[in-house]
């Protein structure tokens, strides 16, 4: 599997709908990548809290429309990071969408952990309930490779990845708004949460200044190892790896880590009754 995590800069000084253009035709440009990745919220910027409200929008909205336009066109599966969803009785969500390659929806996500300890996106935004996977084509093979969803705060709670490697999760997708003050924790966590799951990461970062928050940039890419095969800066830019998926189900098998689990376990359904 090609991915391309594309790091926007989401600046206060660019409209929503100018970045949303922008954002298209770099999505446009990604073609020949199988898995295109996109930051939280940067359509507004995530800490742009006094946007929230005016750019809400459903997921027939306007961003999910462009980007599923733009996924279409360039024929690539697009986690198009994540957008502030508004629903039906008027709760804000900050809400992933996964699109295939002809545009469709094919998942969403309700960010579960809100940021802002009672303020900010905490106190704007109701929490989702779900953990939430996705299966993948792998490039050229007639296999699939489950993708577990997640975004931003979510990565300080490892008890949500468990339950996504759990759901049979071999890849980890997290878009972020993450500041650069705690650039420190971002990295170590998204090297942690591969780690211990044995799964790729793929950990997806805006950069830029938007209310007054710096971001922390330094998206990655990082294999069920630990190791960091692709970083970014502090700048704009678009990070491309191949992934070798098999590289999850040899990991596992050589360092059986997650067979030697005690506590936590998955509860087992109940047999189904006999017909």
């Known amino acids: 599997m090609r991915a391309s995590l594309v790091q926007i800069a989401v ?7 100018a970045r949303r253009e922008r954002v298209a035709a770099l999505v446009r440009g990604q ?7 996109l930051p939280e919220l940067w359509p507004t910027g995530a800490f742009a809290y006094d946007l929230f409200e005016e750019h809400a929008e459903t997921l027939a909205g306007p961003t999910v429309t462009a980007m599923a336009a733009a996924a279409a066109e360039a024929s690539v599966w697009l986690h198009a990071g994540s957008v502030v969803e508004r629903a039906p009785d008027g709760t804000l969500y900050n809400t992933s969408v996964v699109l295939g390659p002809d545009g469709g929806l094919r998942a969403s996500y309700r960010k579960i952990h809100r940021f802002g300890f009672d303020k900010g996106e905490a ?47 071999e890849l980890l997708v997290i878009p972020a708004g993450w500041p650069a003050r705690r650039r420190e924790h971002w990295t170590l966590l998204a090297r942690a949460r591969a780690v211990e799951n044995q799964a790729y990461v793929l950990a ?35 990070l491309t790896a191949d992934l070798d998926l098999s590289r999850v189900a040899k990991t596992r098998t050589d360092f059986p880590v997650l067979r030697d689990r005690v506590l936590g376990l998955p509860t087992p359904r109940p047999a189904a009754p006999d017909a």
């Open 11 to 17: 600046n206060s000084g660019e409209t929503v709908e």
């Open 31 to 37: 073609a020949g990548s199988d898995l295109v990745v």
């Open 123 to 169: 106190a704007m935004m109701g929490g989702g309930g779900e953990v939430v996977t996705v299966r993948l084509p792998e490039s050229g093979t007639q296999t699939e490779t489950v993708a577990g969803l997640a975004t931003c705060y979510d990565l300080r709670f490892p008890e949500q990845f468990r339950q996504l490697t759990d759901a049979g999760a």
């Open 204 to 238: 997806c970062c805006s950069a830029g200044t938007h209310g007054g928050v710096e971001q922390a940039g330094h998206s990655r890419i990082i294999d069920p190892w630990g190791e960091v095969i692709a970083e970014a800066g502090e700048d704009e830019e678009i």
